[in-house]
């Protein structure tokens, strides 16, 4: 039973502290899932081109050892998203739109 007690621990802490650049990663890629990309204003040069990239910024993270969540915002509104294990603290992560 401690051998268990310590294991749980040790991947409720792994889950909370390790590095998590992939999750937030995907996260970022499901938060600009079905952003709308800003029209040019009439003022814009001739021949220019709306930006192909998202424009969303994470401006709230908060991590658990079952899951992550994130709020990503931009002039357009705010996007929810929460990230978590296949298996509870083990597993590859999912992330969904909230």
Do not use: W
Request: hydrophobic residues 45%; glycine residues 6%; proline residues 7%.
């Amino acid at each position: 039973m401690f051998v268990l007690c310590v294991v749980f621990s040790v991947a409720a802490v792994v889950n909370v502290f390790a590095d998590n650049t992939e999750v937030e990663a995907m996260a970022g890629r499901i938060a600009c899932e079905g952003a709308t990309v800003k029209p040019l204003p009439p003022s814009a040069p001739p021949g220019s081109k709306p930006s192909e990239t998202c424009a969303m910024t994470m401006t709230k993270l908060s991590r658990t050892p079952f899951a992550q969540s994130f709020e990503f915002s931009s002039r357009a509104g705010t996007r929810r998203v929460r990230c978590s294990r296949s298996l509870i603290l083990v597993g590859d992560y999912a992330c969904a739109a909230e």
